[in-house]
């Protein structure tokens, strides 16, 4: 697809609302930066399996440790079917985990963060998969059926999520004076770097006014974070958190809450691998892969001399 | 002194042992098994060995709950959090480190083979119903356990030269491991008596014969059966792992034992 009447014609079926699906014809560059977003938000569901799975072992009750295994096992299964809406493009799963494991793709960098006691753990729940659910509700009317149904069905466990990181985060706000701290410290610590989530600002974005056009996004990133940070002001106060930001005011004129400056310096630093935790992820991640190399080994040697065997009985 | 030097006097002090050893065994099985999260050789197999994690620390908190309920406790996973390596009564095999793929899929297989033999003889001798119930509840899900790992046991063992001799190193090393899953103790001895349980001994034949079975098909070795076997974890008497999993485990719930986590 290449030509203009070609090109019009896809951008018609964009603006009347359509669904792109995989046997349509797509300019080359939407099929491009489709792979780059759905992957990226897959490889972001797989290391953020890290930070969390840190706590399953210590998790305070059983109970907790169920939530807690059952969430990052969730996890694992979005990151499956966002690998596969992916394929759906022609890609192919191992060449997309290795590049991010070996090559220049990206994941969130909001697991470069470590996880230092319980309450982040909740905070995670809370304000992670928080403002996730932000962004993933409006994926959810992207413009490429796939990747729009995928996020349909992570925006459901994501709120079941949400709200369980949130009613324990309630919990030891109201707790003994140690989980008080606890719940304050880690709220202070992964406040700025959630807002960071939404991405640059849209001056900073080179690929938002393209990925609005097409429909893949609806929203700007400052848009986004706007719509999370006043939610997120309300639900904070009433458990008795507060944010970590002394020009957080409510703005008449606006009816949003403005708020400080980010600390876009780190953003960039993190992004571009220099963040706490960055290399131990890669590391982790790599070690699981090339760990994992003889099991997949065996299981397709064993399944062609299964195919073998059955071709010789028949 | 450990609770389990007291041998069971009555029936409810019997069927409350047995099902603390069920217990225990699941909840450290799955322990080893949760290590797993987001540490597996393919996202698949992530999923299923979370899966079976779940399964196996969900089984542990309805026995859990069940003997505080026996016991009259408000707190029902006491049990899992507030005691010490020499009460726990778990055998050996399930806490000893997770190892590579082929030592947990090992693992995995012969530990749910004898929890199959194991159930089903339970659900036969059990006149407690709502026990009976939690069982039958389990025995679903351990047949999913036997069949996974089943299947991983023929993959690896004929699969690649790498596959089979990583898995017969695992089988060959947790071997000393089985052995205490078939000897009795007064302890054991007092369970059967109080029919609660059944003589270990008998669940022996119809193990090996259903892990010949599945070794064979996997073109893989029996290990040597005249080895020394490891005894004493049913009696808290440990190995050195289980000391270390129980740190990890219980420090922030015994850290701060006033806090409220549910």
Known sequence: ?314 | MSTFDEIPKTQQEALRTVVLWLADDRLIHGHRLSEWAGHGPELEEDLALANMALDMIGHASSLYAYVAKLEGREEEDYHAYFRDDIDFTNCAMVELPRGDFAFTMARQFLFSVHAFLLYQALMDVLEDEELAGILKKHFKEIRYHLRHSGEWMRRLGDGTDESRERVQHALDDLWMYTGELFTSNAHIEATVRFEVFTDPATLHAPWMEMVRQVLDDATLTMPDQNQYMFDGARQGRHTEHLGRLLAEMQFLRRSYPDASWT
């Not at chain 1, 997309?96 to 470069?112: M, P, Q, R, T, W």
């Not at chain 1, 949003?256 to 993190?270: K, N």
Request: charged residues 30%; neutral net charge.
């Open chain 1, 1 to 314: 697809m290449n030509t203009e009447q070609e090109l019009k014609q896809f951008q018609e079926r964009i603006d009347n609302g359509e669904k792109i699906e995989p046997k349509d014809a797509m300019p080359e560059r939407y099929r491009k930066q489709l792979i780059r977003m759905m992957s990226q938000h897959a490889h972001s569901e797989i290391v953020g399996m890290l930070p969390e799975g840190n706590w399953i072992t210590r998790a305070p009750s059983l109970k907790r440790k169920m939530v807690l295994l059952a969430k990052v096992q969730d996890e694992a299964g979005h990151g499956l079917y966002l690998y596969s809406a992916t394929e759906t493009l022609g890609a192919r799963r191992q060449d997309l985990v290795e590049d991010y494991l070996y090559g220049s793709a990206k994941y969130s960098s909001i697991f470069n963060y470590p996880t230092l006691t319980y309450a982040d753990i909740c905070v995670i729940g809370w304000l992670v998969d928080g403002a996730a659910i932000v962004n993933q509700t409006m994926l959810a009317k992207s413009s490429y059926g796939p990747y729009a149904r995928a996020n349909l069905r992570i925006c459901k466990e994501e709120s079941f999520h949400k709200k369980q990181g949130y009613e324990m985060l309630a919990k030891m706000a109201s707790g003994t004076p140690e989980q008080q701290k606890m719940a304050q410290d880690a709220v202070n610590r992964w406040w700025w770097p959630t807002l960071m989530m939404f991405g640059p600002h849209d001056s900073d974005s080179p690929n938002s006014a393209e990925l609005i056009r097409w429909g893949v996004k609806t929203k700007t990133n400052d848009e986004l974070r706007v719509h999370f940070v006043d939610r997120m002001v309300m639900e904070a106060e009433a458990i008795g958190i507060t944010l970590p930001d002394p020009d957080l005011r409510y703005n008449e004129e606006t009816g949003h809450w403005d708020f400080g400056l980010i600390p876009w310096d780190e953003f960039w630093s993190v992004v571009k691998g220099d963040g706490p935790m960055n290399r131990e992820r890669i590391r982790a991640r790599r070690h699981a892969y090339e760990e994992g190399a003889w099991v997949r080994e065996a299981a397709t040697e064993y399944a062609r001399k299964q195919r073998l065997r059955a071709e010789k009985a028949s």
